[in-house]
């Protein structure tokens, strides 16, 4: 998940802004890519290590299902006008 956004990242600055507003990237109170460790985790300060740095200062959570990094991809993937499974192909 991390290496999908980081490289998709790496040619449009704009990118992990805009996954970051899909409503797929947020839970009921947090949000799965983000600026600050607090939105990542805004309920469980223990857990705020548990992150990933991306491009352009961004985060994005890692204490996360497999379901959910499948759903962070897949919305990625949308958001790069990519198909998943054909442009995009991430085995767990």
Not at 7 to 22: I, M, T, Y
Not at 51 to 66: D, I, S
């Amino acid at each position: 998940m991390v290496i999908v956004l980081s490289e998709l990242a790496k040619s449009d600055p704009s990118f992990l802004e805009r996954c970051s507003q899909h409503p797929d990237a947020q839970g009921r109170k947090r949000r799965y890519i983000a600026r600050t460790p607090e939105e990542l985790y805004p309920d469980r300060e223990d857990l705020r290590d548990m992150r990933e740095g991306l491009p352009g200062g961004w985060l994005v959570a890692t204490n996360l299902n497999n379901v959910l990094k499948k759903t962070i991809i897949r919305l990625a993937s949308e958001v790069a006008g990519l198909s998943l499974g054909k442009d995009v192909i991430v085995e767990f």
